[in-house]
Every structure is written in C-alpha cells, then in structure tokens.
C-alpha cells in the first residue's frame, strides 16, 4: 500500500522475494492445490482493490500484474465481476465465445457508474441468452456464491414513486447492517450489461439471480413483502411470492406482509379476483402457467387465497419509513426467543 502511494519508491527486496516464490508455483505439481492459496486469493483481491484506486482504472485493463496472472491459472468459488473481465481477454476464450455467440463481449464493454458513484466496467452482451451461453460454456462458471446468514429478506417494487428504492435501502440500513442485491451481485462473477429498452437506463445484471434470489429466499428466516403500488405491477413480484410458497416451508420461515399503501391494501382485501385487478398479475400467470385451464384458474385467485398458499405470519399497515422500520423491531422482538437476531439484511430488488 505504501509503494502504490508513493510510485517512484524502489521495491523492497521482500516483497521480490514472495512474489516470486508465488510466481514459481507449478500447476502440474502433483500436490498442486489452488485451495491452499485461500489467503493469497484475497489478498490479490485486496491489492487489485489498492491498484484501482492508485491508477484511477477499475477492471484491470491498463495493467497486467502478478495477482492478475494469478487469476488466470486460480478460479475459487465463484470469483468476481474483475475474473471475468480478466478472463475475457483470454485469446482461447474470446475465440470459444465467436463460435458460441458470433462475437467477443470484450470488445463490447462499457462502463457503469453505481449510485455511490463507483465506476466499473462489465461485459456487454446482445442479450440476456447470450450471455448464459457465455459464462457457462466460454468461462464455464457455475452458481456457487450462496447468500447465508442474512436475517431479512426483503421483496419490494423499485420503481414506487412513493417508497421507492432509495427508501427501501434507508429501511434496510435501519434494521442493522445491510446486505442489498442489487449492490452485491454486479461484484460477483456472472455480471454484465445489455442495450437498455427506450427511455431507461441499463443497469448491471447476473447470470445466475434466480439461483441466488431462491438460495436466500430458502436460507433467510424472515421474508417481508412491502406492497406498494409498484409492487403489484411488477410480474417479478408476484414470481417471488409464488416461489416462497415452495421454497419458505422451513418451520424458522416467517412470512409478513407490509401494506405500505393503503389504497392498493384496500383493493387486495376486495375480494375481487387479482386477474382482474393487476396486470402484474395478470404478466405473470401468462408467463408462469402454459396450460390454459390452470392459466385461467389463476387468475381466478384473490388475495386471501393467494397469501394462504404462503402461511403469512405477520400484517403490518404502515405508511412511514420509521413506522415500518418499528414494526419491524416489534416483530423481530417477538420472536427473538425462536430465532437469534443477526447483523444482516438481504433485500432484493424488483423492477
């Protein structure tokens, strides 16, 4: 860290003498074990994390540096959105993607800028087949990140002009330290962009969501639905709650309904069928259920059937950011007895 401050300083004799003992291990050592440099992984993490911010780039692009290499021959887990990009520059691997996809998304790539004001670059890809058929036939990756030890799970519409993703993310903070999808998984290996539709603006996206969406829909004990207006008109939404019902079997699961608006409370306890209320709903049953007899039966369902299929443990009717986040204490209070309370929150985003 002190050289990467001061560049012109000379390398210590040390740090030669550990790189290039790490630089001499041999792959085809018969006791060759990626797994035993655990510590290095991260450390190389660390250090290309130092590398960005000291040379103003953020992928890896402008340099090519032990830790760099080292990430060629080593891939533990998962990896990160930077393996990616370091692999993408694989000669083999960009010819393998030419006869997969008919072109190398390195040669497409683009910067993103998060709203912390953080920019990275990511692979970019004609659409969301091509780059499934990238990753896990050109970079053969496989889902192995799995979000544990989270307390919250949080489902919710984005795009609300009332509570929306700014205010979803002052609650999460407020129930302890946060953990939000939408900001861990473009870190992640797997991640990449897309030409946005008209009007909107494109926004990192990963491979395996699904897998890590039900993983922590399977592995978090509390699941909150905060229903909004937004949340009734996304399809994504209603996917979610259809999947609790067969995943959040677990005796710990508890699920709770926040009715955030009112109105939309009040047209969900109609009575009405949600076919007929909801085009949310409606994009969803089209999209989920083929068979036109179950299609229309769906559709048919009102609410109270709908959220007996899940076993909600919990209703809560609040407007406020801080009327919710104190409900949400209380419930949390109550079953403490059952469950420990831990630091994290994992909230997923809808849009």
């Not at 399809?235 to 677990?250: F, H, L, P, S």
Request: negative net charge; aromatic residues 12%.
């Amino acid at each position: 860290e002190q050289g990467l401050a001061n560049p012109s300083q000379a390398e210590r004799p040390v740090d030669r003498a550990e790189f290039t003992k790490f630089d001499e291990h041999d792959k085809d050592k018969p006791d060759y074990n990626p797994r035993a440099y655990k510590k290095w992984w991260s450390l190389q993490k660390q250090i290309v994390a130092l590398l960005e911010e000291a040379t103003g780039t953020s992928s890896g692009e402008e340099y090519d540096t032990l830790m760099i290499n080292f990430t060629r021959q080593v891939e533990l887990d998962i990896g990160t959105n930077v393996d990616s990009l370091v692999k993408a520059q694989d000669a083999r691997v960009a010819s393998v993607a030419k006869s997969f996809i008919g072109y190398d998304p390195w040669e497409r790539r683009k910067q993103y800028t998060n709203s912390a004001g953080k920019t990275s670059i990511y692979l970019d890809f004609v659409d969301d087949d091509d780059a499934e058929k990238y990753f896990k036939d050109c970079q053969w990756l496989k889902a192995d990140y799995v979000p544990i030890n989270f307390q919250f799970l949080l489902s919710f519409g984005s795009v609300d002009e009332v509570f929306g993703f700014d205010k979803i993310l002052q609650l999460a903070n407020a129930l302890n330290s946060t953990y939000v999808d939408s900001q861990k998984l473009p870190a992640l290996g797997g991640s990449y962009l897309i030409p946005p539709e008209p009007g909107k603006l494109s926004h990192p996206r990963n491979i395996f969501w699904i897998e890590y969406y039900k993983g922590a829909m399977e592995n978090t004990p509390k699941m909150c639905f905060v229903i909004t207006k937004a949340w009734t008109k996304s399809k994504n939404c209603w996917q979610e709650m259809g999947w609790a019902y067969d995943i959040r079997t677990q005796a710990d699961h508890k699920n709770i309904i926040v009715f955030q608006d009112q109105v939309t409370a009040e047209k969900l306890e109609s009575g009405k069928p949600l076919g007929d209320l909801f085009d949310g709903y409606r994009e969803y049953c089209v999209a989920n259920f083929k068979n036109r007899l179950e299609r229309q039966r769906r559709l048919k369902f009102t609410w109270r059937t709908y959220t007996e299929m899940i076993d909600v443990h919990s209703y809560i009717r609040e407007s406020t950011l801080e009327g919710i986040r104190r409900s949400l204490e209380e419930v949390m209070v109550l079953h403490e007895t059952e469950l420990p309370i831990n630091d994290w929150t994992w909230c997923l985003v809808n849009n």
